[in-house]
């Protein structure tokens, strides 16, 4: 049974999906123009695409937990660890705030991945345009370096667990969430898009975000209590 801190972040890149398909409906969407054929000949390579993108997440995600252990080395010297997890849980506010509409706290944090991204990106230009599922997963890798304030919440959630395992097992069940909205973004493109620019599909996802954040910090001084267990270190 997965712990109620992995099902938390994975609920978290379901409803931030509305931010996905909004920031990365074009790059989907650019993909499913430049492949022929029926959608059962499209899938493939649109869920090799997305597993590259979850690697991604992954693979950073342990990076982070790992950097996260050396900060915990010094906890009984400073509390890192608790400044770490309030840091985490006023990011995930901010983020749900900012798919609410209400403000664009997340977007200097975009920006900044930015410089990163325009270093990754002439990359991508070998794979283009992807047609086949070898071209599509490692073009996918790329595309997870994409900035994105809702990829940069849960990697600081990521830092504090203090654990490459666990900073990548909640990577990877965040990028699970994320991928049933960018799959049918991919192959319903127009329609879907539809859906996820409505006000209150936005409003009602960012409020549920907001939600995870506002609880983690009311519990900040058990290091999130039962919602985070078996993931916080």
Do not use: K
Not at 30 to 42: C, E, N, Y
Not at 46 to 51: Q, S, T
Not at 61 to 68: D, H, K, M, S
């Amino acid at each position: 049974m997965p712990e109620t801190g992995y099902i938390a972040v994975f609920l978290i890149g379901l409803l931030g999906g509305t931010h996905c398909v909004g920031m990365c409906g074009g790059i989907v969407g650019a993909l499913t123009v430049q492949v022929p054929g029926q959608t059962r000949r499209q899938w493939p390579i649109h869920l090799a695409y997305n597993l590259g993108r979850i690697t991604t997440y992954t693979v950073a995600g342990a990076l982070l937990g790992a950097l996260g252990t050396v900060g915990m080395l010094y906890n009984e010297i400073m509390p890192i660890q608790l400044g770490l997890y309030v840091l985490a849980n006023l990011m995930l506010i901010a983020l749900g705030l900012y798919l609410t509409g209400f403000t664009q706290l997340l977007a200097p944090v975009e920006r900044l991945g930015q410089h990163l991204w325009r270093r990754v990106q002439p990359f991508s230009r070998r794979f283009l345009p992807a047609r086949s599922v070898a071209q599509g997963y490692p073009l996918g890798l790329l595309w997870g370096f994409l900035p994105c304030g809702l990829v940069y919440s849960v990697l600081a959630t990521a830092l504090v667990t203090g654990s490459a395992t666990r900073g990548a097992g909640l990577m990877l069940a965040f990028g699970l969430g994320t991928l049933p909205n960018l799959l049918l973004a991919g192959l319903l493109f127009r329609r879907f898009r539809d859906i996820t620019r409505s006000t209150r599909v936005r409003f009602a996802a960012g409020l549920v975000v907001m939600g995870f954040g506002i609880f983690g910090l009311f519990h900040a001084p058990s290091l999130g209590g039962v919602l985070w267990s078996g993931v916080v270190c």
